[in-house]
């Protein structure tokens, strides 16, 4: 059961709007979402996990600059506790709703912090739409592909088990060890399919517990795009749909892998030869003009999706990760129904798109902030959290 949206709206309009603060958990996009939030002239607040909160509480903390009236750093308090999930504690909820906090959530809060009490009992104002957090969860009931098949989106066909493959297909599970992170791996056929399952489950990578309801796709052949997209339901004069920019990732060990030449590939021993994909940086990129009516059109088929099944559908940032075939079609292979996991690349200079768009630098932390901060001057703060 999802917190009624009445009694969130009730604490949003309850703040000192003078001392609105956003806040997220300290990992994943803070940096984007404080340096957004500080360029539009709002107090930030992370909240992050001892022994992981140095980048914020020491290297990135917002200070006097050595000349008159200059600033240094983009969070104004970072609050340590310890571990992430002591956010959702009634004195942590407390402290939040006290200092006028609303909250931006990212990756990390939803795979810290236990998805059903982020659901019915986070009583903190969250901008954008708290009952659509679980569809990135696979397995989940209503999932992303639930949504993405509503809303007639490609995405990579299912394979129903390994003795049904006859193409390169990609198989998702998740990592038997990092268990945020992706146990993924290819095969073309049902040998290699057990070949590569055997040898990464006796390398301690993947557990055959996860492997039984790991999902089988398509591989799509083409290269892969993140596009960051943002939703106003404040809008009325222009689009309420805008990309901001699009984002590609560097996985390992998989881009060791491709750095290579194949005979060096081909010489690497078991615990080597089968790549990992475990996201550690992202990249900017940009799209073919004439790819940008058909990203705007899986954009807009989302939204009217997430509008009907999960009311009140989406709300600020998200990302449809995509990649596109040799007939330059996008499939949709995941779903951030927040703000996505590349978006850092963009702060402070902000996005291609969204500088475009709004003729200065527009970063996604920097297009929340700006959201955050029109709701709340012109009294409709209720309207962008949930």
Known sequence: ????????????????????????????SALDICDGAAEEGLRT??????????????????????GPGERRGVV?????????ADILLPESQARLRAASA????????TSYAPLAAIEDAFEVPIF????????????????Y??????AGIPFPERVEGPEAIDKLVIV???????????GFFTAASPKE???????????????????KDARIERYVVGPVFNLDMFYSPLETRSSALELLGVDWRFESSLDGHVRLPAAQQLSLGPSQAVPEYTVVGHNSATLRESLLEKAFEIGEKFVAAARQHYPPGIIGPFCLQTCVDKDLNFFVYDVAPRVGGGTNIHMSLGHPYGNALWRRPMSTGRRVALEVRRAAEEGKLALVVT
């Open 76 to 84: 104004d308090d970072c609050w340590v506790l310890p571990k992430y």
């Open 1 to 28: 059961m999802v917190l009624d949206r009445a009694r969130v709206a009730a604490v949003a309009e309850s703040y000192d709007r003078r001392k609105l603060a956003v806040a997220c958990v300290g990992s994943h």
């Open 193 to 211: 399919f057990h070949e590569k399952a055997g040898s990464l489950m006796r390398e301690g990578v993947i557990e055959k517990a996860d492997l």
């Open 102 to 109: 609303v909250f931006v959530p990212n990756r990390s809060f």
């Open 145 to 150: 592909y639930h949504l993405l098949e509503r």
């Open 172 to 182: 998702k599970l998740a990592h038997a060890k990092k268990r945020l992170e992706r």
């Open 45 to 66: 607040l992370v909240v992050a996990q001892a022994g992981r909160e140095r980048t914020f509480a020491r290297y990135f903390r917002a200070a006097e600059g050595v």
């Open 128 to 143: 954008g739409s708290r009952a659509m957090l679980g569809v990135e969860e696979r397995g989940h009931a209503r999932d």
